[in-house]
């Protein structure tokens, strides 16, 4: 017996095909290798963006890519603080992080808000595991060097064991940005800088920022699709280009490109499935930077 299908149908159908078999070559390039994803702000905020990013990860692990998570949550310490009536200051961007800041950081980042990320993870299906870096000594850090900003850090080694442990368990690592000194104090550690670190310490193939913007806005006020290590550091540069949560970011992906890293990625986390736009079709959404011409 003939079965006839409807024209519209079958336009439908086809369409839907020819999609998965657009994505199929970045599947496989991507497959095996592990994609670092700093996930924040809208993306992390919103419940519905939320469950879209899960679906993202969980998209990711079934195609074999080993996604890690890394997440920071400035404006929940900024809330909690007011709630307590401990005093929020920032010099160049960075919160100043006294005793008392701390405690807070530390109870929302590795506390409540890990285990919110961890939570809508596994409810998606993902096997999202969640720890700081000062499990298994994963990021040992420093006091920041210049102006005392107190208990504020900088990563000056990744024992990467714990999170390969992980990957290879086909979990998926949701890491907080705090870290500890040799000595076992605690620092408050900028998230994006952590997953430009953790990127380099895994030989990941990308880095992924899901930021509140559409990606990196160039001097002429328009998104810049794609750009170098060199030209990135040319608009760091440039007076007035490049600001607030931004330059670190922007940073780090020059960092972790000069470390090895082939591409990362500055995409718009308030856009549903951006992971999947950016790293699964060709155009993408937002910019993606590059090694310079001629760099190993």
């Known amino acids: 017996m003939t079965i006839d299908v409807p024209p519209q149908t079958r336009e439908r159908t086809v369409a839907k095909a020819r999609t998965l078999?657009?994505?199929l070559?970045?599947?496989?390039?991507?497959?095996?290798r592990v994609v670092v994803v700093k996930y924040g702000g809208a993306a992390m905020e919103a419940t519905g963006l939320a469950a879209s990013f899960a679906r993202d990860?969980?998209?990711?692990?079934?195609?074999?890519?080993?996604p890690v998570v890394v997440h920071g949550g400035g404006p929940a310490v900024t809330q909690l603080s007011a709630r307590l009536g401990i005093e929020t200051t920032f010099v160049d961007g960075v919160?100043?992080?006294?005793?008392?800041?701390?405690?807070?950081?530390?109870?929302?980042l590795a506390g409540k808000l890990n285990t919110d990320v961890v939570s809508t993870l596994v409810a998606g299906g993902v096997h999202a595991v969640g720890l700081s870096g000062?499990?298994?000594?994963?990021?040992?850090?420093?006091?920041?060097?210049g102006p005392d900003l107190g208990f504020v850090g900088e990563v000056i080694h990744v024992d990467a064991r714990v999170l390969a442990t992980l990957l290879d368990a086909s979990f998926v690592p949701v890491v907080a940005s705090i870290a500890m000194d040799e000595t076992g104090q605690a620092y408050n550690v900028n998230a994006d800088v952590v997953a430009a670190e953790l990127a380099v310490a895994l030989g990941a193939h990308k880095l992924v920022y899901l930021n509140d913007v559409?990606?990196?806005?160039?001097?002429?006020?328009?998104?810049?699709?794609?750009?170098?290590?060199?030209?990135?550091?040319?608009?760091?540069?440039?007076?007035?280009?490049?600001?607030?949560g931004m330059i670190p970011k922007l940073e780090s992906a020059v960092r972790a490109l000069?470390?090895?890293?082939?591409?990362?990625?500055?995409?718009?986390?308030r856009v549903e499935h951006a992971?999947?736009?950016?790293?699964?079709?060709?155009?993408?959404?937002g910019t993606m930077i590059t090694p310079d011409v001629g760099a190993a």
């Open 21 to 23: 078999l657009d994505a």
């Open 134 to 145: 000062v499990d298994g000594r994963l990021l040992l850090a420093r006091k920041t060097q």
């Open 95 to 108: 919160r100043v992080t006294d005793a008392q800041t701390l405690d807070v950081a530390t109870m929302v």
């Open 25 to 32: 070559p970045f599947m496989q390039e991507h497959a095996g």
């Open 258 to 269: 000069r470390a090895g890293i082939e591409r990362v990625h500055l995409v718009d986390g």
């Open 275 to 285: 992971v999947v736009l950016e790293l699964f079709t060709p155009e993408g959404i």
């Open 57 to 66: 990860v969980m998209l990711l692990r079934s195609v074999g890519i080993k």
């Open 214 to 244: 559409p990606g990196l806005i160039g001097p002429a006020g328009d998104l810049l699709s794609e750009l170098s290590a060199a030209s990135a550091e040319e608009l760091l540069a440039t007076h007035g280009v490049v600001d607030g």
